[in-house]
């Protein structure tokens, strides 16, 4: 039996948690929401950290948690690694010895994550001798993630891990936060409020609100719901998958093949037949009836209205359809009305920017 099944219910103090729930035992699950809303409190009961009076927790078919049952599982015999918005570092211990520590923990017999591997994937090699208090906020959160790995969990949890770090930081980390989702066979849980990290490491998305699952399911489906959160606001966008197809070098571009078409956007150390995920947010895609002549915007594609939603004043969320690629489209309410939007309206989608996800 595979996957993460659980359902907690506890009374905190101005805080009520009533959530069931049913994971995948594989990928990066996000649980996303405002501050308050339990996305933390549901993590440590996960961890143990929290103990409820009602609660049940089911990993990979080894029950953590049954108080129906007197089932308790304590938190240092949860085959588990715990990730901090805090690096958490032993100050008097250099980085090895920190990473030592980790390892100590498990058994040779259960070890499932080398120590090396660990090392390589947060590239870490250089900084073995150094002391915590010698190291960035994003090296100290590498080390902290290779020592959690170092335990060879069976499930990683993190708790806004880059909730601590400025711009620059978290430009840095990120990068090998993809490589863990790509390289490793460790269910992931992520608590994050911020879209942009949902979008770019996210398979399957939980919303929380007030204590309780607002929505759950896969992380793309979820992000241009219109009757959701994720789909509405300044950084509401939609990710998609495209493999390249080709290079200009003569101009700098990479063009790549996605359900919808072709987007073209400028070189990024692509190569030909590489797939990808692209973020397209809703702010830079504008709507037409007709395909524009003359434009400087390279990227258009017919599409079809799925949806339309009020957003913030003066503003209108759609939905589109491109291909059997979900887009999203804010513009202000005027150029709806101009435009005669509706469901099942054919529309040509121009896109004015597009990242690059890994």
């Given at each position: 039996m595979s996957g993460i099944e659980g359902a907690f219910s506890q009374a905190f103090d101005g805080f009520l948690l009533e959530v069931s729930f049913s994971l995948p035992a594989r990928g990066v699950t996000a649980f996303f929401g405002p501050s308050g809303s339990g996305k933390t409190t549901l993590l440590r009961c996960i961890a143990g950290l929290e103990r409820v009076d009602r609660g049940r927790l089911v990993v990979n078919g080894e029950v953590?948690?049954?108080?129906?049952?007197?089932?308790?599982?304590?938190?240092?015999?949860?085959?588990?690694?715990?990730?901090?918005?805090?690096?958490s570092l032993f100050a008097h211990l250099d980085v090895r010895r920190n990473l030592d520590y980790g390892l100590g923990r498990v058994p040779a017999a259960r070890r499932r994550v080398a120590l090396e591997q660990a090392v390589e994937l947060l590239g870490i090699g250089l900084l073995m001798q150094r002391r915590p208090d010698t190291l960035s906020?994003?090296?100290?959160?590498?080390?902290?993630?290779?020592?959690?790995?170092?335990?060879?969990?069976?499930?990683?949890l993190m708790d806004e891990p880059l909730a601590a770090l400025d711009l620059q930081r978290k430009a840095d980390v990120m990068p090998y936060l993809e490589k863990l989702h790509t390289e490793l066979d460790i269910p992931i849980l992520y608590v994050s409020h911020a879209p942009d990290e949902v979008a770019r490491l996210a398979d399957h998305l939980v919303l929380l609100e007030a204590g309780r699952i607002s929505a759950a399911g896969p992380a793309r489906e979820l992000m241009t719901r219109l009757d959701l959160p994720l789909a509405h606001g300044d950084a509401a966008a939609a990710v998609i998958d495209a493999t390249v197809t080709h290079l200009e070098p003569a101009w700098q571009l990479s063009h790549l093949a996605f359900l919808g078409g072709q987007i073209s956007l400028p070189s990024q150390a692509l190569q030909p037949g590489q797939r990808v995920r692209l973020r397209i947010q809703a702010r830079d895609v504008s709507l037409s009836l007709q395909p524009q002549q003359g434009s400087s915007v390279l990227n258009v594609f017919a599409a079809?209205?799925?949806?339309?939603?009020?957003?913030?004043?003066?503003?209108?969320?759609?939905?589109?359809?491109?291909?059997?690629s979900t887009l999203l489209a804010r513009i202000t309410r005027k150029?709806?009305?101009?435009?005669?939007?509706?469901?099942?309206?054919?529309?040509?989608?121009?896109?004015?920017?597009?990242?690059v996800l890994g």
């Open positions: 953590w948690q049954d108080d129906a049952a007197r089932i308790f599982m304590p938190v240092h015999r949860r085959p588990l690694g715990f990730v901090f918005q805090e690096a906020g994003g090296e100290r959160q590498r080390v902290a993630i290779a020592r959690a790995l170092a335990t060879s969990p069976s499930l990683l079809t209205v799925t949806g339309l939603a009020d957003d913030s004043p003066g503003q209108l969320m759609v939905s589109l359809n491109a291909g059997g150029s709806g009305a101009a435009l005669e939007l509706q469901r099942g309206s054919r529309v040509y989608a121009q896109v004015k920017g597009v990242a």
